[in-house]
Each structure stands twice: as C-alpha cells, then as structure tokens.
C-alpha cells in the first residue's frame, strides 16, 4: 500500500515559518506511530505570484486536486496589496476552494483552561468553551454573478450577489448535523430570514434536512443576533451552520472568544474521493501576519492543530490526534508562551520553534 499523501503550502508571511514545526510533528508520527506521509510541498498565494505570476500555478491546483489531503499555512502581506485583484493572493486560496469544491468549512472555537483569562471576556463565559463553526465555503456572496464594478450613469456600481441553491444549503447542512450527532446533538443555523431571501430558502431547507436528524436539536437564529449571542453566552452552543459570508465574520468573533487567534485550525472538506476520503484542506484561521515574519514570534498551534484535524477527518486516526491536541493542552498547561499569549499570567517566553519543539517533547512523553 502506498502512503497518504499530503500537500504542503506554506504560503506567505508567517506560513513558512508555522509550517516547519508542522513539519517536525508530521515526521514524528511516521517515525513515533508509524503514520507515514507522501509529503511533498509547493507555492500559493504571494509566493505562487513571484515565481509564476499567479496566486496559484495550474500544476498546483492539480496536485492539491489529487492529494489525500492539503495542508495550508496562510496567504497576503502588504507587498501584494498593490496587484490587481484577480491576482491577489487571496485569489489562490479561494481558487482551491471553489475547484476542490470543499463547501464545508469547519471552524472550532475552543477555549484552553491554560488561556481563559486571555479573553477579552469574562472567564466563567469562556472557561470550557468548545463550539464549532460550520461555514458554507463555495457560494454565497464571495461567488455568486453578476458582480464587478459598473458604470451606471454618470457613477459607478459595485454589485456581489448573494445566490443559494437548494442542493448547495442542503449539502452543508447535512455536513452540519451529521457533526452534531457527533457532538452534543445540539445544531443553530444563522441567516438573516427576516431580511433575505436567500435566508428563507437557507431556513427552509436546513429545516427539511433536519427531518433526517431527529435526534439532533435544531434552533434558528437572525446572524446579527447570533453575533450577539455569541459575545453573550457562547456556551449556548454546540454546532453553528451559516453561510460564506456571515461564516466568515462569525468565526473571526468566536475565534476571539478563545483569547488568541493563534490558536485555531480549520478544515474545508469537500465530497468523498474514490478512496473515501473528502476532498481535504486544512488551514489555520489566522492569516499571514507580515509584521511579525521571520522573527521566530509566530505562534505555530492554530497549524499543527490544523494538522490535528487531518488525522481525525481525512485519515481516522481520531486517537492520535487526540494525542496531539492533548500534547498542546500539556504545553500550555506547563506556561510556554509565544509572543501573542504573553498575558496576564506571564510564563515561560518561547519562540515559533520552541514552540515547536516542546510540543515534541510533550508527544514523546505520552508514549
Ligand atoms: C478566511 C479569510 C478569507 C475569507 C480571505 C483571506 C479570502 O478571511 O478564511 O476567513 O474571507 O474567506
Ligand atoms: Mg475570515
């Protein structure tokens, strides 16, 4: 049999840097557990953009279409703000997501007891928090036509266009219940139905689905009152379904809840290969971060618990990647701290690889 393969793109910024401690956790699974990867590696996003001209070469896009799974560091700095927009290296990322077609964007808020003074919040609202966000990640406003900027008149028109297929609702919907059942059974789904059509059809068919889940318990929710919600009691929730849009800014909201956006991972999966797997990426959500790259101030833990996340949805190893997470929780227990979780309970200061490195130490000792 042939080992899983996996595609690195380390990307901009920070991404390199975050990448090479995933590295070394990837080496110490096929070394360690025996869990070998094809690991091969390539350009996106403003890397992709200086060597070939564009955020992603065509060749990529066909390795990240064939790999078992796709390991993604982050895309942008400010060198690029100046290209045209088809070019941006934004342009990469959302090009991998549309052609691999991963609507399914899983996004976990969970809050480490080592960090829950690190919120802007109060700790008894955020101490043992652990939701997931399940962000459509292939339609919506970020891709529906027409849109562009036109003349209309003697001014200029900027037009997005929000459009939802039922079959589209439907799919991620399905994703969203099928991970409560794994959860706590409990799913809300956000739209603004009072103001979109879009969101009536989105309220509509999540309802329809949810026939299928009886067990699951369904809520809906206004996305302005669920932001709300969210800064109010966020343990309210166990699974969240919404779309690109309102996704996007909800996990950046729930993201924070957590104290440190250095500390989440995301997957995006798409429908199952041949071999059964989904069509996988796996990213943290920070992004490139240009004003702290290569001073070894990164924080690498929102990438290797991208890693994490691989093992558990694209390669069943659910265990193993409870040893990983559970090597973090050890080392954030212990005090180390990158510069972003330098707060109010001091530690012990360590840099992107020491990070790294302690990390190994952890999973060295829970074998
Ligand atoms: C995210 C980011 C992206 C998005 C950008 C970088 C295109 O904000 O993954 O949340 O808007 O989807
Ligand atoms: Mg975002």
Not at 40 to 56: C, I, M, Q, R
Not at 68 to 79: F, I, Q, T, Y
Not at 155 to 166: A, D, F, K, M, P
Not at 320 to 329: D, H, P, T
């Amino acid at each position: 049999m042939t080992n899983p393969s996996l595609l690195i793109l380390p990307g901009d910024g920070i991404g390199p840097e975050v990448m090479a401690e995933v590295r070394k956790i990837i080496d110490w699974f096929g070394a360690k557990r025996g869990i070998v990867f094809d690991v091969s590696e390539d350009l996106v996003g403003g890397a992709a953009y200086d060597l070939h001209g564009t955020p992603l070469h065509d060749d990529t896009m066909a390795k990240a279409q064939a790999a078992d799974a796709v390991l993604l560091g982050a895309v942008g700095g400010p060198k690029y703000d100046v290209l045209d927009f088809s070019v941006k290296p934004e342009r990469g990322l959302l090009r991998l997501r549309k052609e691999m077609d991963l609507f399914s964007n899983l996004r976990p808020a969970q809050c480490f007891d080592a960090l829950a003074d690190f919120s802007s919040l109060k700790k008894d609202v955020v101490a043992g928090l652990d939701i997931m966000i399940v962000r459509e990640l292939t339609s919506g406003v970020y891709f529906g036509e027409p849109r562009g900027i036109f003349k209309e008149g003697n001014e200029r028109v900027g037009i997005n266009t929000q459009r939802y297929t039922e079959s589209e609702i439907a799919r991620v919907a399905r994703s969203a219940f099928e991970l409560a059942m794994r959860r706590d059974k409990k799913l809300c789904s956000m739209e603004k139905a009072n103001v979109m059509e879009s969101g009536i059809l989105w309220r509509e068919v999540v309802t329809e689905v949810g026939k299928d889940y009886p067990e699951v318990e369904l809520s809906h929710m206004y996305a302005d009152a669920g932001a709300m919600q969210l800064t109010r009691w966020p343990k309210q929730f166990d699974v969240i379904v919404t779309d690109n849009l309102f996704g996007d800014l909800l996990s950046d909201l729930a993201a924070m809840l957590t104290g440190s956006l250095g500390m989440l991972p995301s997957a995006s999966l798409g429908a199952p290969m041949a071999n059964g797997r989904p069509k996988a990426l796996y990213e943290p959500v920070h992004g490139s971060a240009p004003d702290i790259a290569g001073q070894g101030k990164a924080n690498p833990i929102a990438c290797i618990l991208s890693f994490a996340m691989a093992l558990r949805y694209s390669f069943d190893q659910g265990e193993e990647a409870a040893r990983l997470e559970a090597a973090i929780e050890k080392v954030l227990a212990d005090g180390a701290r990158t510069a972003d979780l330098m707060g109010p309970d001091g530690g012990t200061p360590v840099s992107t690889s020491g990070m790294g490195d302690a990390i190994l130490a952890a999973l060295d000792a829970s074998i």
